[in-house]
């Protein structure tokens, strides 16, 4: 006999919220194009130091390709972060994208919403992106095959690189750091655009390295400028050696100014993150670690310059890596899809402050 609706059990909240998940984590990535890709021969040369010239010199101050009448407006903190609606990325002209240049230095961050970038052709995106500085190209992460200029975040069921990086024991799994700070020439304004994303969590954080240098007192910062710090490219390669994973190129360690100035705005930020930046030039070890250790626990307990970058269908951030440390939430749960892709333009050799 069937049994009467009274003897039903409704799923629980939790349970319908848990098949849901199940749904969609079964479902194909909505860019499988952009699923990412190892391939261990792959094999990149050594970088050369190229000339550059940051688009933001060229920029009108005023913006008025990118902040026009119908640009909408808004300031997530005083120090770090706008949030602009009404303009498109992909219609800006030449004089557009270099304001766009000019405006994320002076705000760190730009969350640009409604945008159709992740529906351009790979080759207008890459496009895009060149008109900042030459592209990166990862030694180690996933990338587009036949477009080495990608970098590929991606994390579902079956595949969490992040956590294995970081560490899969770890009670925090906040990880600041400046993309590939290790390079010769580090990225400068830096486009990171969303495909999948979770209804809840996978965000990212932001901080403002300029605001981080200010709250130091003014001997303080007198200490650090002129010190050098080592950024390495080395824990990244072993780690993907040991999963059996690429190495395009050899790692490579680069000495940094731990205070850098940026070209166009002239403002002095402090470029150390716990990611890559390994120790200080001329210091012993202990003295070493009291200093770096200091500096990332104010980078990191500053909450009052960091933001939370949220992501909607079609979100765009845009933000300038000389200026900035950002990290994953990885507040998720594992069998949820999210995918995203970085182009990662390089720009100056760090001027020191």
Not at 67 to 92: D, F, H
Not at 310 to 319: A, D, I, N, R
Request: charged fraction near 25%; proline fraction near 7%; aromatic fraction near 10%.
């Amino acid at each position: 006999m069937a049994p009467s609706v009274s003897d039903i059990q409704a799923p629980s909240r939790n349970e319908t919220i848990w098949q849901n998940i199940k749904k969609e984590a079964a479902k194909d990535p909505s860019y499988p194009f952009y699923f990412p890709y190892f391939d261990v021969n792959e094999k990149f040369p050594p970088t050369e130091i190229f000339e550059f010239t940051d688009p933001g010199t060229r920029a009108d101050p005023a913006k008025p390709h990118l902040l026009t009448a119908n640009t909408t407006k808004r300031n997530i903190s005083p120090y770090i972060g706008t949030e602009l609606r009404g303009v498109q990325i992909s219609q800006l002209s030449s004089a557009g994208l270099d304001e766009l240049a000019l405006f994320t230095a002076e705000r760190r961050v730009v969350l640009f919403r409604d945008q159709d970038f992740k529906d351009l052709s790979a080759d207008r995106q890459i496009e895009i992106a060149r008109h900042f500085g030459p592209i990166q190209r990862h030694p180690t992460s996933g990338n587009v095959k036949g477009y080495p200029e990608f970098h590929v975040v991606y994390r579902d069921v079956e595949h969490d690189r992040f956590r294995e990086y970081i560490g899969g024991d770890r009670a925090n799994r906040t990880s600041w750091h400046s993309d590939v700070s290790y390079e010769k020439q580090t990225p400068g304004t830096t486009f990171f655009f969303i495909l999948d994303q979770p209804g809840s969590g996978g965000d990212t954080l932001f901080l403002s390295q300029v605001e981080a240098y200010k709250r130091l007192s003014p001997e303080f910062q007198k200490r650090l400028e002129g010190l050098r710090a080592v950024h390495s490219a080395v824990s990244q390669a072993d780690h993907s050696r040991s999963r059996g994973g690429p190495v395009r190129r050899e790692p490579v360690e680069t000495e940094h100014p731990v205070v850098r100035v940026h070209p166009v705005t002239g403002e002095k930020a402090l470029y150390v993150n716990q990611g890559f930046t390994k120790r200080i030039v001329g210091f012993r070890t202990e003295e070493s670690e009291y200093l770096l250790n200091f500096l990332f626990d104010h980078i990191s307990k500053g909450s009052d310059f960091q933001i939370r970058a949220t992501y909607e269908p079609g979100t765009v951030v845009v933000w300038d890596n000389r200026l900035t440390a950002h990290s994953a939430t990885g507040d998720f749960e594992n069998v949820v899809r999210r995918h995203a892709v970085r182009l990662t333009p390089q720009a100056e050799v760090p001027i020191a402050g």
